[in-house]
């Protein structure tokens, strides 16, 4: 009998030590799958990190260009400028250089001619070929006006006593070179 007991304990042993394995198996295939699916997500996640990397850096070589093309305009416009500016030193400047619009005129008057000048402007201008020193010999205008004292008046409100300005009749046509500048080109600087 002790042996029989002896076998049905072998066989127990057994049995436990056969169920120990299959539930040790069933378990690291359970730890397993885990790991392969977490191995997957790292993967599709390190797929996406790398082309968010790859679009990151097309985009960073697309603005490098942009950025070389942009330096190249501003290395062209500086070359333009220099060369605008040397040549700007070498010509006078047009006698109207900054003129606008002040209002609308009535044509249905005749047009007077008047001279605006300002000695202290023309000082200042450094050079007699600049436009500035025609402000001594005087600027020539066409003013549309009932009458010369009107056109006078109407220039006289553009061009401010108190800043230096004088407006007077321009003397005859044939005394002078200068072209006459219409109300429209009534010049602001």
């Given at each position: 009998?002790?042996?029989?007991?002896?076998?049905?304990?072998?066989?127990?042993?057994?049995?436990?030590?056969?169920?120990?394995?299959?539930?040790?198996?069933?378990?690291?295939?359970?730890?397993?799958?885990?790991?392969?699916?977490?191995?997957?997500?790292?993967?599709?996640?390190?797929?996406?990190?790398?082309?968010?990397?790859?679009?990151?850096?097309?985009?960073?070589?697309?603005?490098?260009?942009?950025?070389?093309?942009?330096?190249?305009?501003?290395?062209?416009?500086?070359?333009?400028?220099?060369?605008?500016?040397?040549?700007?030193?070498?010509?006078?400047?047009?006698?109207?250089?900054?003129?606008?619009?002040?209002?609308?005129?009535?044509?249905?008057?005749?047009t007077?001619?008047?001279?605006?000048?300002?000695?202290?402007?023309?000082?200042?201008?450094?050079?007699?070929?600049?436009?500035?020193?025609?402000?001594?010999?005087?600027?020539y205008?066409?003013?549309?006006?009932?009458?010369?004292?009107?056109?006078?008046?109407?220039?006289?409100?553009?061009?401010?006593?108190?800043?230096?300005?004088?407006?007077?009749?321009?003397?005859?046509?044939?005394?002078?070179?200068?072209?006459?500048?219409?109300l429209?080109?009534?010049?602001?600087?």
């Amino acid at each position: 009998m002790t042996q029989f007991i002896g076998v049905l304990a072998a066989g127990a042993n057994i049995g436990i030590a056969v169920m120990i394995i299959i539930l040790l198996g069933e378990r690291s295939h359970a730890a397993w799958t885990r790991v392969r699916l977490k191995a997957d997500e790292i993967s599709a996640v390190k797929e996406d990190f790398e082309r968010q990397v790859n679009d990151a850096e097309q985009a960073v070589r697309a603005l490098h260009e942009s950025i070389a093309d942009l330096k190249n305009q501003v290395v062209r416009a500086e070359q333009d400028l220099d060369s605008l500016a040397a040549r700007h030193k070498e010509t006078d400047l047009p006698y109207g250089y900054t003129s606008t619009i002040v209002d609308v005129v009535d044509r249905r008057y005749r047009t007077w001619r008047v001279v605006v000048r300002n000695a202290d402007l023309g000082s200042s201008a450094g050079s007699f070929s600049h436009p500035a020193h025609k402000w001594i010999e005087g600027r020539y205008y066409e003013v549309p006006a009932p009458n010369m004292e009107y056109a006078v008046q109407a220039m006289q409100s553009r061009f401010l006593l108190r800043d230096g300005f004088t407006v007077d009749p321009a003397p005859p046509r044939g005394s002078t070179a200068e072209a006459p500048m219409s109300l429209d080109q009534v010049e602001v600087g």
